[in-house]
């Protein structure tokens, strides 16, 4: 998984966890066109950026030198 954001032409910035670039823009469309947010104009995407990427594990411990930052809650907790 990674943290995305998504920067739209006049609605605002919007942060969306998800595993690639077209499931971001999916996510995010999709909310904003349920929620009639906006004109549908304005919904346009400028840009989409990575902020960080999911820790991963190495020999079964969280692995932080590879630079990854982002903690998703598992449901063991």
Known sequence: MK???LKTERI???YVVADSLNEAEEVLMKNLNEADYGVSNARTLK???VITSEVHQFAGKP???GGD???LRKESL
């Open 69 to 71: 930052r982002l903690l």
């Open 3 to 5: 943290l995305y954001l």
């Open 12 to 14: 605002g910035e919007f």
């Open 47 to 49: 840009s989409i950026e």
């Open 63 to 65: 692995f932080f030198s």
